[in-house]
């Protein structure tokens, strides 16, 4: 019931491309859903969030699409950049304050 | 503006023997949550500390494993008679609570490497 599970678990996108990564959850109680970035040797680094009253959030080149009734949300990365090569987890929360359920992560590797 | 700080950003540690952990939450955050990173594998839930209270332990392992955030100082994350499988990177996050009741934002440290020989 507490499950996030994520996919890919790895991708590569050449320069310009689109990165899109899925998360799909089980426990409807959730109203938090952020994404974080994390690159090698360093702690995660919150990229974008969104709560269930809207489909989607733009934020610069990160975009969170929100499904509410398949459960389902995901991060297009646009234009990517070999600077975006990272890791990026999903996570998912529920009430305020409450600890965070990560996703297993999907390692991006932007070619130049 | 200083973030969440963590030390030692490396900790080696023979078996059975003990491992303290550090977490400096960002100034005027009361909130200190505790994860867990194996290698290869996303981040895994510990425990959820406010000043002198543990809120949500539900994640961290039974024995051995003890964590407190006093009033004054640093949370400490103390692992007695470390075994080989406590070999992770250890992430602290603070937040600052919302009183309009909305979940606020989890700042992460760079963590701690323990590694045991």
């Known amino acids: 019931q507490q499950q996030v599970k994520q996919s890919p678990q790895s991708l590569i996108v050449q320069k310009g491309g689109i990165s899109i990564i899925n998360c799909a959850y089980e426990?409807?109680?959730?109203?938090?859903f952020p994404w974080y970035q994390q690159f090698p040797g360093k702690g995660p680094a919150l990229l974008i969030a969104?709560?269930?009253?809207?489909s989607e959030k733009k934020e610069g080149r990160f975009t969170i699409s929100f499904n509410k009734s398949a459960k389902q949300f995901s991060l297009h990365i646009m234009d990517s950049q070999p600077g975006d090569s990272a890791t990026y987890f999903c996570?998912?929360?529920?009430?305020?304050?409450?600890?965070?359920?990560f996703g297993g992560g999907t390692r991006v590797l932007v070619k130049p | 503006n200083a973030g969440v700080m963590q030390n030692p950003r490396h900790l080696v540690r023979r078996r059975g023997q003990e491992a303290r952990l550090r977490c400096s939450p960002v100034?005027?955050?009361?909130?200190v949550y505790w994860y867990r990173q194996l290698p290869e594998e996303g981040l895994k839930f510990m425990v959820y500390?406010?000043?002198?209270?543990?809120?949500?332990e539900s994640g961290m392992p039974k024995e051995r494993f003890s964590a407190e955030f006093p009033k004054e100082g640093p949370s400490i994350l103390r692992i007695q008679q470390v075994v080989r499988g406590d070999s992770a990177a250890y992430f602290c996050?603070?937040?600052?609570?919302?009183?309009?009741?909305?979940?606020?934002?989890?700042?992460f440290g760079p963590g701690t490497r323990l590694t045991v020989l």
């Open positions: 996050a603070s937040s600052l609570f919302d009183s309009g009741g909305t979940t606020d934002t989890q700042y």
């Open positions: 426990n409807t109680a959730f109203d938090y």
């Open positions: 969104i709560r269930p009253d809207v």
């Open positions: 996570a998912a929360s529920k009430a305020a304050g409450n600890k965070l359920t």
């Open positions: 100034k005027g955050h009361s909130h």
């Open positions: 500390l406010q000043k002198e209270n543990i809120i949500d």
